[in-house]
């Protein structure tokens, strides 16, 4: 959809629908009190008629009025005027485009961020508008026939109403944020959604090189199985070997700030599906695992949204990819591998594949001398048992670093929650055999997941984000959710300032 800026007077617009926020008793906001007066008193009897209170997330659709330009009016409940938060201004956004895309309306024009909300300015109320009607508009098609396509919406053109010029540009720098954030989102959805037979690790390459001849400013590089033998990356390759997709290590670099300051490393676990290995996984909702791809997605998508926003900084993205597939020359439990750090792993189980891809390119991402590296992997089941599905799981060695993902994650409504990773975890990941197992029992799993990935980290700042969670819906609107895209997109915008 094309969204723009429009300053105006409510009462004067020509639009097919125009959207306004009303508050809890029926309270109305600034455009829809000088609309009403317009209208002599319609909205405030309409919703006297239809007893809409007005809590966030109610809506009506008024379709037809008897004069003037407007066509239609969308009234939005935000809830009580004082308690309105980012999270219920985010519930209101999502009814108010449910109740838009069926309106028939080609056009619309919002008003719903002169709504106030605490400690939220107009830059971000735009982003998240546009952040959320992206979101809601996203259709997957890619592999539908043409007639199971569908129509594409009607809907094509949003402006946000401004009564002055005076913020024109903190709405402009929303509108352009929020463009790039909703583009990343799409782009990692639908690789996410993408079945493992057409996402494999090949393919996923491929995107990441297609990504980088639309931005001039990226510089993609794939290095192939000969070059990850050669670099000794022991622990990655043995994932790969029960597999007949070869492996990849995607490097996508963005040189956005001055050619000496380091760069934020972003990793992202590219596994395009995960059957388990040798220990497979049983049957239910195994399709799933094709979304064993999606922090690897995440980062080549934010490594978009860097270029999109020329944020003025140094990023690195770095994407393993692989499968994980059972196989006469797969891993096999008590097997031994050598990583690329030196230190010897005891595979105790093969479905534990991730960290084995993870650690080697957390070692390989050395040779950039991070600021701090970010890994990102829908990495355990265990953080969906331990945190559910709304926030993703946060662990990591700097405190300043893991305070600065929390806060990413507030601002940008992608949230993270923190988990403890004390010294006490790492007794569980003793072997026998080799200096260190792929996996620690079955307490706190997601943890030892954690602390597996932290003996790989101890020369930077380093935090790990489990988006096991988070990064697709299961269900009847099974899908990628694209996240951690604005959660990482965040982080890099508040670094950039
Ligand atoms: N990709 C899975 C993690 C996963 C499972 C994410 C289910 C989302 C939903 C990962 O590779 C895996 O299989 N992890 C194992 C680790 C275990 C063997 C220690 C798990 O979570 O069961
Ligand atoms: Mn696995
Ligand atoms: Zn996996």
């Not at 723009?4 to 639009?15: F, M, Q, R, V, Y």
């Not at 990583?339 to 792993?345: C, D, K, V």
């Not at 990935?453 to 020369?459: E, G, T």
Request: net charge negative.
């Amino acid at each position: 959809m094309d969204y723009s800026i429009k300053c105006d007077s409510p009462e004067k617009l020509t639009t097919d629908c125009l959207l306004l926020g009303f508050y809890s008793k029926r309270k109305l906001g600034p455009a829809a009190t000088a609309l009403d007066e317009a209208l002599e008193g319609l909205i405030t009897r309409l919703l006297k008629r239809d007893d809409l209170e007005g809590k966030a997330g109610d809506t009506l659709l008024v379709n037809h009025l008897s004069r003037g330009k407007i066509e239609r009016l969308l009234l939005v409940g935000l809830g009580k005027k004082e308690e309105l938060n980012a999270s219920n201004y985010r519930k209101a956004l999502s009814a108010a485009i449910g109740a838009l895309k069926n309106s028939g309306a080609k056009n619309a024009v919002s008003t719903l961020h002169e709504a106030e909300i605490k400690g939220e300015t107009l830059e971000w109320k735009i982003r998240q508008t546009v952040e959320t009607f992206e979101s809601a508009l996203y259709r997957y098609t890619e592999t539908k026939s043409a007639d199971e396509k569908g129509k594409p919406p009607r809907l094509t053109k949003l402006q946000f109403l401004l009564d002055s010029e005076t913020e024109q540009t903190n709405a402009e720098t929303g509108l352009q944020q929020g463009r790039a954030i909703a583009r990343g989102m799409s782009l990692a959805r639908d690789l996410g959604n993408l079945p493992g037979n057409i996402c494999t690790p090949s393919y996923l390459a491929e995107q990441a090189e297609k990504l980088g001849k639309a931005h001039k400013k990226l510089k993609v590089k794939i290095l192939d199985e000969a070059e990850l033998e050669e670099l000794g990356m022991g622990s990655l390759l043995s994932v790969s070997k029960g597999s007949r997709q070869p492996a990849k290590l995607i490097v996508i670099e963005y040189p956005g700030g001055p050619a000496k300051s380091k760069p934020h490393v972003l990793v992202g676990k590219g596994l395009t599906f995960d059957a388990g290995g040798i220990s497979i996984k049983p049957a239910a909702n195994m399709d799933e695992m094709k979304y064993d791809m999606c922090g690897g997605a995440s980062v080549i998508a934010t490594l978009g949204v860097a270029a999109e926003l020329e944020l003025p900084l140094n990023v690195v993205g770095l994407v393993p990819a692989s499968e994980n597939l059972p196989d006469g020359s797969a891993n096999k439990p008590g097997d031994i591998v050598t990583s690329l750090s030196g230190l010897t792993i005891e595979i105790l189980n093969t479905d534990a594949e991730g960290r084995l891809i993870l650690c080697d390119t957390l070692t390989y991402a050395k040779r950039y001398e991070p600021v701090a590296i970010i890994d990102t992997a829908t990495l355990t089941g265990a953080c969906i048992v331990a945190l559910g599905r709304h926030p993703s799981g946060l662990m990591g060695n700097d405190d300043a670093l893991c305070e600065s993902l929390i806060r990413a994650g507030e601002t940008s409504r992608d949230r993270v929650w923190r988990l403890p990773l004390w010294d006490e975890y790492q007794e569980q990941l003793k072997s026998n055999f080799a200096d260190i197992a792929n996996i620690g029992g079955p307490d706190g799993g997601t943890i030892t997941a954690g602390c597996f990935l932290s003996r790989f980290a101890k020369d930077f700042k380093w935090a790990h984000v489990d988006i096991a969670g988070t990064a697709w819906k299961t269900g009847t609107d099974k899908g990628a959710t694209g996240r951690p895209v604005p959660l990482l997109s965040q982080y890099l915008i508040d670094q950039a300032q």
